[in-house]
């Protein structure tokens, strides 16, 4: 149920894009409300074209600042390729219009790509990108990824 006093624009400013793995409660893990971040789930936690359009309207038109993307241990991307769309060609009988994007080196997939969202030259805001990775296995912590200026606090 929505509630009436939310607005659009995320109160704390915060776009956050995360796996759609159900292990994972993204308000739960970062504390949030409803109404405090834009939150952006796929599989694996994939920086794609798509993810990049909906982090540039989250900045320029509702207001959002930084962003947090989150992987994960034990993702089930991890290791996955492209032969998967050859397998479901075989299968289906035609190629799918999408990429895979699975991973062979979670936090090195990581580290990409938050460069690639600091390159992005329609984000206003790319010093206030962050990494991390929850480990869902042992600790349910989440560890920052990244250089050291990278390592602000998550809210």
Known sequence: MTEPRLNARPSRKL???T????RIDPARLLGLEPGDAHVLRNAGGAVTADVRRSLVISQRLLGTEGILVIRH???GMLGLDEAL???LA???GEHAD???HGFADLEGDLLAALDELRADPFLLHTDAIRGYVYDVERTGQLIPV???GDLAAAS
């Open 90 to 92: 075989a299968e289906v």
């Open 85 to 87: 769309r050859d397998d």
């Open 73 to 75: 241990t034990g993702c």
């Open 98 to 100: 999408w990429q895979v």
């Open 15 to 17: 776009a956050v894009v």
């Open 146 to 148: 990244g250089k050291p």
């Open 19 to 22: 796996c759609m793995d159900a």
